[in-house]
């Protein structure tokens, strides 16, 4: 038996940006998946997306961490967690929708991008340099501006956009001293790209947190679209120009299938990454690779094992008969987040455990419910009113069978319909099937066999009513079943 202890591994946080913050040395436990990293290297790839809880911001800080390593590597991370987006509605242009607000995401993405030439002093002086310059102390004080501040002194149209146009430009009286971001935006580019030519270095922009205040509304779609407009156009301009730059844009699947627009179908097959970590429930999956190769970085000791001798190690016990791969990936959404949930809940009870043994995973099942319990709730925020997310979980949660009928769940309801007025049953029942809360179940008589299906393992696949309809293991706990 090797001398470890669990509170000596370290499988990190729930929370990608967290994490960064926390662990200096955090970018040694990354799980690079796929080879996401190398393929964002590419010039064509700037969209990533998938789950919340799969790690995209993880990866936005992976990919910041390792361009501070290289001092010709200038990249920046804008959140956009507490962004009001009804605040550009006072910024659309006049184009028609979904577009109106491609001009005040390209304006945006201009100035961070001129925000990082300007901090690069590899870049020689020139006369676009000090333009930019001007501009920036002249209309916004510096270049330490975040974007709410940013769209806030824009709204207002005095713009001073005259210190980006040359004096004779100035002297023929083009341009008024003050105007809206739409009278200056073409020398925006100008500017910026006239520096970014003259300049040998990489830069890098990464936007993440744009779920934060998501509403399945037309201005937060139109917005969004807009924005990976505004990215591809500003990426591939870059690349015609052989200029090294990079827009990135970290966003939720379901969110961005939600988006509809021609444009968009180009961007997914082309430009799209996708941060998957599989639903196969075996040892082999990459979930479990993730916490075997983290334990590793953790302990020399474990470090020195077979990657099956580590798992033995860590884990030789089953829970209730179950290995405890399984019993840790079904109740998962196969998300990182939730591995390392359950486990870190684990470490917490146990720390002088040499393993995870199966008491431990019985003491923190309630804990783990629960969390699990909120995150479904945070996805389906903004897709689906919060009293009806509210009121099927009280349904479920009273009706309090792990196998549901719906003619009964509905009659149970009929009954019960003093506490469930308002409740859109079958809107929402299929909404808890695409966010993974419930799922299908099935006999096949031919094959003798159970049968299971899950919006994770087919995103095409729809909820039947008519079959058996399953609550997830991993939410029984919280409620109460």
């Avoid at 309630?366 to 479904?376: F, N, P, Q, T, W």
């Avoid at 008589?445 to 994770?456: G, L, Q, S």
Wanted: net charge neutral; proline share 2%; aromatic share 14%.
């Amino acid at each position: 038996m090797l001398n470890i202890k669990l509170k000596d591994i370290y499988l990190g946080e729930n929370d990608g940006k967290k994490e960064a913050a926390y662990k200096d040395d955090f970018e040694k436990f990354f799980v690079d998946i796929d080879e996401n990293y190398k393929k964002i290297q590419e010039k064509k790839f700037f969209l990533v997306l998938g789950r919340k809880g799969a790690g995209k911001t993880y990866f936005g800080q992976y990919i910041k961490k390792i361009a501070s390593s290289n001092p010709l590597h200038f990249c920046d991370i804008t959140s956009y967690k507490d962004f009001k987006f009804h605040e550009l509605l006072q910024l659309r242009s006049g184009d028609v929708t979904p577009n109106e607000y491609y001009e005040i995401w390209k304006w945006l993405l201009l100035l961070d991008i001129g925000k990082l030439c300007l901090s690069d002093e590899s870049v020689p002086y020139s006369s676009a340099k000090e333009k930019l310059h001007a501009f920036f102390n002249n209309n916004y004080s510096s270049t330490k501006i975040d974007s709410k501040k940013i769209v806030e002194i824009t709204k207002k149209g005095q713009i001073r956009g005259s210190f980006l146009r040359s004096f004779v430009d100035l002297s023929a009286g083009q341009k008024l001293e003050e105007g809206t971001y739409l009278d200056y935006i073409d020398d925006l580019e100008s500017v910026v790209f006239e520096i970014l030519i003259e300049s040998s270095s990489k830069y890098t922009t990464i936007y993440d947190e744009l779920d934060d205040k998501f509403r399945n509304d037309e201005y937060y779609k139109n917005s969004i679209i807009s924005l990976l407009k505004a990215a591809d156009y500003l990426n591939l301009k870059a690349i015609e120009l052989n200029v090294d730059l990079k827009s990135i844009i970290l966003l939720r699947n379901d969110i961005f299938s939600l988006l509809n627009d021609p444009d968009l179908n180009k961007l997914k097959r082309v430009n799209t990454l996708k941060i998957d970590w599989g639903t196969k429930v075996a040892i082999s999956s990459p979930l479990i690779n993730m916490i075997i190769v983290k334990a590793k970085k953790s302990s020399v000791l474990i470090s020195a094992l077979t990657d099956e001798q580590a798992f033995k190690t860590l884990f030789p016990q089953n829970i209730k008969g179950v290995s405890p791969d399984r019993f840790i990936l079904e109740r998962s959404f196969f998300r990182p987040r939730d591995v390392i949930t359950i486990l870190n809940l684990i470490i917490d009870k146990y720390e002088n455990s040499t393993y995870f043994g199966w008491k431990g995973f019985l003491d923190v099942l309630k804990d783990y419910s629960e969390y699990l319990l909120d995150e479904v709730r945070n996805e389906m925020y903004g897709h689906y009113p919060d009293d009806q997310i509210d009121n099927i979980f009280k349904l479920l949660k009273n009706f309090n069978k792990h196998f549901v009928k719906y003619d009964e769940l509905k009659e149970y309801m009929k009954k019960n319909i003093y506490h469930y007025q308002d409740l859109e049953l079958e809107r929402m029942l299929i909404g808890l099937f695409k966010f993974n809360a419930i799922g299908n179940k099935w006999h096949n008589e031919f094959k003798r066999k159970e049968y299971y299906t899950w919006a994770h393992r087919d995103e095409k696949t729809d909820l039947d009513l008519s079959k058996t309809i399953v609550i997830h293991l991993g939410l029984r706990e919280a409620l109460s079943m």
